[in-house]
């Protein structure tokens, strides 16, 4: 793992990833043929969850994180104002659970999902 980009992940993170066969930052230009963009933010999360799907169906693990340092990630990698740094995800191949640290070891079961009742709305925001 390159230290230029390891080492501005949050503690947990790097032994969350430690072992990863790659850490992938999602940046999203700010501009679009000459014109702010709008959706920019969402194209980018559109791609990440192709990615996503994509690692899924190739048997891979992919996990998205946040908990890094934004600013120093932009100096660190020189990104240019006009672009937006999103988050992150790691992709790697499966391994046991006893690779795991003991904290992550017992993260590592099924969680409930919330009924869609609980995340859409119809209307206005109540």
Do not use: C
Not at 5 to 23: C, E, G, H, I, R
Not at 24 to 49: C, E, H
């Amino acid at each position: 793992m390159k230290p230029i980009y390891f080492n501005t992940l949050v503690d947990f993170n790097k032994s969350l990833v430690k072992n990863a066969s790659v850490l992938v930052l999602i940046i999203s230009d700010k501009f679009l043929y000459d014109r702010k963009s709008t959706t920019n933010q969402f194209n980018a999360g559109a791609a990440w969850q192709n990615i996503a799907l994509q690692a899924y169906d190739m048997r891979l693990v992919i996990h998205g994180i946040s908990g890094f340092d934004y600013n120093k990630i932009r100096i660190n990698l020189n990104v240019p104002e006009n672009y937006n740094i999103i988050a992150s995800f790691v992709i790697g191949k499966p391994a046991s659970k006893e690779k795991l640290s003991k904290e992550l070891q017992e993260k590592e079961i099924i969680s409930n999902r919330k009924e869609l009742s609980e995340i859409i709305v119809e209307g206005k925001f109540k």
